[in-house]
């Protein structure tokens, strides 16, 4: 009996021990999993504006008679031909002055022959230029006074996915339109180049608002804010040396980085937020940025029904 009883404290005692280094061992891993760190990096801070739009024509316009109760004599051109800006369309009768073209284009139709009669102001074709093509997007009023005209854009086109669009802000609207409680403003992006290009075809594009060289950045969450005051925290190499907290000053920004204008050095370490495990879940986790910086960035990630959202890259080392 007294041999039994000893081979159960026996096993007791084991299982008590495995179980516990068990515990030990996966609490330290998960510890360490979750210690984040980031290095103040130095290169190309870039901000940008990113959203969607489409291919269009920069002219496209109805070309009107001139003249009020005249008979046509002659249509001389046909649809699908190009034209020059001033070449005569459609010739009177009696000699009134022509209709000619207002801009350089293709006649993509004629409403009118020989023979009619037409009245002042009467459409009689339509003119469409597909070698001169721009992009139009909305763009959040939170972002809209980043947006300047003559800004560089890099464009990319879903149906030409090999290939990289340039261009430059053209226009940006001084009215916006409204949509459940947020307003949106035109801007124009006119293509540097349309190779392939073709109307409607839809469009990916980013506007560089602002850029950096040799600026020195960090992950957004590496920022914290305490009493109107940023601050980050440095970690240090030696496990009995507490880490140290550093105020410091912030410039641009972008989605996923800030610069730092004062307060760390290139290859500083700094401690992120920890990552806390959904307690609902053992197998999935979910990563809750506590204390970043992120919030109160104005414009960006701002949500509403396919709306802009400020964005960003940045490069370097």
């Not at 609490?27 to 130095?42: C, E, G, L, M, P």
């Not at 009669?117 to 001169?132: F, I, M, P, S």
């Not at 972002?143 to 669009?165: C, E, S």
Request: glycine fraction near 10%; avoid cysteine.
């Amino acid at each position: 009996m007294k041999k039994w009883i000893l081979i159960a404290v026996s096993v007791l005692i084991v299982g008590y021990v495995g179980y516990q280094w068990y515990n030990s061992k996966n609490a330290t891993q998960t510890a360490s999993a979750q210690v984040r760190t980031a290095t103040v990096q130095k290169g190309k801070l870039e901000v940008k504006i990113s959203g969607s739009g489409a291919v269009q024509p920069v002219t496209s316009t109805d070309i009107k008679s001139n003249e009020n109760n005249k008979i046509i004599e002659e249509v001389l051109w046909s649809p699908g031909e190009e034209v020059k800006a001033g070449e005569e369309l459609i010739t009177y009768t009696d000699g009134s002055d022509p209709v000619t073209a207002p801009a350089d284009g293709m006649i993509t139709s004629f409403s009118v022959a020989a023979g009619d009669r037409v009245t002042q102001g009467q459409v009689v074709a339509h003119l469409t230029n597909y070698k001169d093509l721009q992009t139009v997007v909305q763009v959040d009023e939170l972002d809209i006074t980043k947006i300047q005209v003559g800004q560089a854009v890099n464009i990319k086109v879903n149906a030409l996915p090999d290939q990289t669009f340039t261009g430059k802000v053209s226009a940006v609207a001084n009215e916006g339109t409204s949509s459940n409680g947020v307003s949106t403003f035109d801007v124009t992006i006119h293509f540097d180049q349309i190779d392939n290009l073709k109307v409607g075809m839809s469009t990916e594009a980013s506007i560089l608002t602002a850029s950096k060289e040799d600026a020195l950045y960090v992950p957004l969450d590496a920022v914290h804010t305490a009493n109107g005051e940023k601050y980050v925290i440095v970690a240090s190499n030696n496990s009995n040396v507490q880490s140290e907290q550093k105020t410091v000053k912030t410039g641009l920004a972008n989605e996923d980085y800030v610069e730092i204008t004062e307060g760390v050095s290139e290859g500083d370490i700094l401690q992120l937020p920890q990552l806390a495990t959904d307690s609902s879940s053992t197998t999935n986790t979910r990563g809750m940025m506590q204390g970043g910086f992120g919030a109160g960035m104005g414009g960006f990630n701002r949500n509403g029904g396919g709306q802009w959202r400020s964005g960003g890259e940045r490069s370097g080392n």
